[in-house]
């Protein structure tokens, strides 16, 4: 299959990228900057959570049963990150917190660090969510992953219902993204810098920021990133473009065409928020991931989850199929030198989005409801342990 679909081509046409291979991945964009808003606008330093339980407050996770190889230490050993998202509120479980720290070396921010969480009014930026989950990482020596600069979703009604200039909207997304990313500067691992631009069809998303902008949203985004943090790897995170498909195809000419423009992006992050059936095949993982490691980018898994619900399978049958599904893309990445962070969506089963956006009961992560390794956990631990 071609790798430039007729619908990549347009992405690559809307965005009046030329073709030249040549040009230098260093070379700097031309587009309309902005300066951070004033520290005035930021509020004052935030309550941190520490993991200590709330007064009376059962625990909900129990680590006494953990093996004592962790997942984090093999990941060390192998110098890659293994991660899982959550929200500083989760902190207060002592045992969650406990559980987290010991079989992860990295922690995504699932909900603190969105728009309508970090910038509820517009003169106001609220950063006591994101600050505690940051402080949380840093006393466990955990790296952090950041989680999102632009998305289509959660925007608190002040940006979406205003109307603006072409000129103004670039100012607001330019003065929210180095904001945010200048006020972590130096403490993030990577950004998502736009999460879900592409469309299953492979056409752009027609996001806010695409009607009012246009398509150079992207590149301006991760240029002003960049600008705020240098230190940080920039990602375009999407779903359902990790196997090879109209949308893979798509990913594959947009993030090459902002590379040739000069653009300073550093890898894709593939979501994998998979079923049990019909998960992409090892070698189709590992042929995309392969042909981004080709363009010198990395390659993250970063929001994996396996839903068991719609099966009729027994509950032994739904865990076996799900720790192959995880041992399968595991191992597409151990392969895939470029890919050296594996993110979970969630800690445990208690936790994850799932059954709240499905309306129906799941099961989708490494850890069950009372923070018990399932099998798909030992099916990670066992690969990462013997390669
Ligand atoms: O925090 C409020 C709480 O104050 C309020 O009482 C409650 C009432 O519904 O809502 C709480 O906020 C919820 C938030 O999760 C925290 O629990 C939001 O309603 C809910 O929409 C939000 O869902 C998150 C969703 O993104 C939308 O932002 C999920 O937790 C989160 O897992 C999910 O993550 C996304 C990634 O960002 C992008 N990729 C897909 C992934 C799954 O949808």
Redesign the pocket.
Known sequence: MPLQSISSKKIIDSLSIIDTPSVPRASKTNFPTCEPSPASLIQPAPTVHTPTAPQGAESSVSASSIPTLTLRELADKRNIYIGAAGDASQFADPEYAKLLSREFNMVAA??AM?WQVLHPEPDRYDFSAGDALVSFAKSQQMAVYG??LVWD??YPSWVSEEERSRDAWIQLLCTHVKTVVSHYRGQIYAWHVV?EVVNNDGSLRNTLWMKTIGPEYIAMTFQWAREADPGALLILNDHFGEGLNVKSEAIYSLVKGLLQMGVPIDGVGM?MHLWLWGPPTSQELETNMQRLADLDLDVHIT?MDVRTQLSSDSIEVKMAVQADTYRQVLAACLITKRCKVFVT?GLTDRYS?IPA?TGKPDVPLLFDVNGQPKPAYYAIRDLLRYP
């Open positions: 699932e909900n969105k989680h999102v979703y959660g999460n979501q929001e969506w989005w956006f």
